[in-house]
């Protein structure tokens, strides 16, 4: 064969394979649409058209900002620098805050890689009637942001899971995530980075620009009050920064609603719970970076272990990873004189941030679900020692905690006593005596099965024997216990002594 036709041949083959090629994306490409869209429509979800606005237009409207450019040209007259320095730095700012959201990402690729994930690990737990009605609580065009607080680097994941047919959420991520492919996964997500230690003002300014245009332009956002992980499983206090950027919105819009919805999260097991307890003082960027480690190291033990008959049981996994959402909070409820605050000079406002950046924390307090592991941590440490004590000791606490509205976690493991409740609601009120001697057979099922599904998991990770009824706790145990126990206090730390301190330790 002679060489024109021998390249006329391979030209042929390549166009033949790249023209298969083009019409089998496209017709998965349309599969996947046609499936993103069914997903959306069987569960109404209702993405935000600034969701898809192209980040070179926010890019850019942040570049002409009249605040971002007073700023600039401050910092050269300041600096020695030359205006062109100061806005590259700016410019470099933005291309790492400013994400893309990407529906194909979110919905196909993160959504599948963030539920075989949960379910491999956990049993979800999600009270999806809360988050509905919280929705429908806030009325259109009021600026929404979920607030969390932070116990594993799980929670991001778990949260998206437990929203996903809800609400797509656009998070602030910190360093941790700033490495590849964390970072273009976690941008076609719609979440935003953020420099937390940043020691730079206008840093700090240009992330306040950014949050404040785009949760004004009703893109819904969320954030971890606290603004890291909680170390001793307590919350911590919470940090400010990221709550005054959000409530700067009133210095242009006085009279815009912002709404804040409590989420709380909770769990059987940390993942990375005794890494966090062997820390010691502030976790740097290498710090996060380990426990993030210590969670994808183990990804192929639990990986494994899914593949046999004991992980198709729901107590053989790591017990529940539980979501709950509490009613929303309206910035003007919470802080009347919120546009005159905003108004305020930083020194001046940040204690008025401070007090409800608390108030918003004790709100997400008590939006934490009760899990049988913490639960029962909490009897063990109080010295309930044998099986009749703990069941006594855990029935009153889930009393007390049904009675307070907290939420409590139960999965598949409760069904059949949540069905004989509802098949018995009504039925004995002409026979009070009958109804209360059922209510009590109630909740000894109850807290025996919390006890069992506890023990099980405790005992597996060898912090407690289980002999004749008697339990003992290893010498590890007691600092472990009180780490699960702990999620269920109120704050203890407020964020009056974060608010003392400089601008940029307030930032989340």
């Not at 942040?62 to 007073?70: G, S, T």
């Not at 009703?218 to 990221?242: H, K, M, N, V, Y």
């Not at 929303?328 to 005159?340: G, K, Q, R, T, V």
């Not at 000079?345 to 008025?352: G, I, Q, S």
Request: glycine share 8%; aromatic share 8%.
């Amino acid at each position: 064969m002679s060489l024109p036709l021998e390249i006329a041949a391979v030209l042929a083959a390549v166009g033949t394979y790249e023209a298969a090629r083009y019409t089998a994306f496209r017709a998965l490409k349309r599969r996947w649409q046609r499936s993103i869209g069914d997903f959306m429509r069987r569960h109404q979800v209702q993405l935000e058209h600034f969701r898809f606005i192209d980040r070179v237009w926010v890019r850019q409207t942040l570049l002409q900002d009249p605040e971002i450019d007073r700023l600039a040209a401050d910092r050269a007259a300041t600096s020695g620098e030359t205006l062109y320095e100061v806005r590259a730095r700016i410019e470099a700012w933005l291309d790492e805050i400013v994400p893309f959201f990407n529906l194909f990402s979110y919905y196909k690729i993160g959504a599948t890689a963030a539920r075989a994930a949960v379910r491999v690990c956990y049993e979800p737990v999600f009270d999806d009637a809360a988050l509905a009605r919280a929705r429908a609580a806030i009325p259109p065009g009021t600026v929404t942001v979920y607030v969390a607080n932070h116990r594993s680097n799980a929670d991001y994941v778990v949260l998206s899971v437990g929203t996903l047919r809800q609400v797509a959420l656009s998070y602030a991520v910190g360093e941790w995530a700033r490495v590849w492919p964390l970072d273009s996964l976690f941008r076609s997500f719609g979440s935003y980075f953020v420099r937390r230690g940043e020691k730079d003002p206008l840093y700090h300014r240009v992330l306040a620009r950014y949050l404040q245009l785009v949760a004004s332009r009703g893109l819904t956002t969320a954030f971890f009050l606290e603004g890291g992980l909680s170390r001793d499983g307590a919350l911590r206090p919470p940090r400010i920064g990221l709550l005054d950027y959000l409530v700067g919105i009133l210095r242009a819009e006085p009279h815009r609603h912002i709404a804040f919805v409590p989420v709380g999260i909770n769990y059987d097991r940390v993942l990375e719970d005794r890494h966090l307890l062997g820390e010691r003082g502030p976790p740097g960027v290498l710090q996060k970076l380990a426990s993030l480690g210590h969670i994808l190291l183990r990804a192929p033990v639990v990986a494994g272990a899914f593949f046999g008959r004991a992980a198709l049981r729901s107590h053989r996994k790591y017990g529940y990873a539980a979501v709950a959402f509490g009613p929303p909070l309206f910035l003007h409820d919470l802080l009347p004189d919120a546009a005159a605050v905003a108004a305020l000079p930083d020194v001046e406002r940040r204690p008025h941030i401070a007090a409800l950046a608390d108030r918003l924390l004790g709100s997400v307090a008590d939006a934490v679900p009760v899990t049988p592991v913490s639960v029962v941590a909490a009897a063990l440490l109080d010295g309930a020692l044998g099986r009749s004590a703990l069941r006594q000791h855990v029935a009153t606490a889930l009393h007390g905690y049904r009675a307070a509205g907290r939420p409590i976690a139960q999965g598949k493991a409760f069904q059949g006593l949540r069905d004989a409740n509802s098949n018995g609601a009504g039925s004995d009120r002409a026979n009070p005596d009958l109804a209360a001697l059922e209510a009590d057979i109630g909740s000894s099922e109850e807290a025996e099965r919390t006890v069992d599904l506890a023990l099980r998991l405790l005992t597996r990770r060898g912090l407690v024997t289980l002999r004749a009824g008697a339990v003992t706790l290893s010498a590890d145990a007691p600092p472990i216990l009180a780490y699960y126990a702990r999620s269920l206090e109120p704050p203890k730390r407020s964020a009056s002594a974060w608010s003392a301190g400089d601008p940029e330790r307030t930032a989340s």
